[in-house]
């Protein structure tokens, strides 16, 4: 019985922390798709000098790389450390990953 109740206690616990992770598709569309667009090669990036982030030249990036630029900014791109949490970041690439041609 006690174990019955752990078990119903755990579940109840990853099912609200899924529910807080952070969904990478509507963090990129509410602070990146206005300037990369919805599929990674916006015109406003390609006017700012970003790369697609749908080439090949980008997604071989590690994830490292892109967690760094999206946190500190590049160029003309602001840095979002503070702005979006660690959690919204990795989700975010993870969803960048998803664009790749």
Do not use: W
């Amino acid at each position: 019985m006690k174990s019955k109740a752990i078990l119903i206690m755990a579940a109840m616990t990853a099912l609200s922390l899924s529910a807080f992770a952070a969904d990478g598709a509507e963090v990129y569309k509410s602070k990146c798709a206005s300037c990369h667009g919805a599929d990674g090669a916006g015109p406003m990036a390609k006017k700012l000098g970003s790369r697609d982030l749908n080439s090949a030249d980008f997604q071989k990036s590690s994830d490292a790389d892109i967690t760094t630029i999206t946190k500190n900014g590049k160029g003309k791109m602001p840095a979002y450390a503070g702005k979006l949490s660690d959690d919204e970041i990795g989700a975010v690439v993870k969803f960048v990953r998803t664009l790749k041609k």
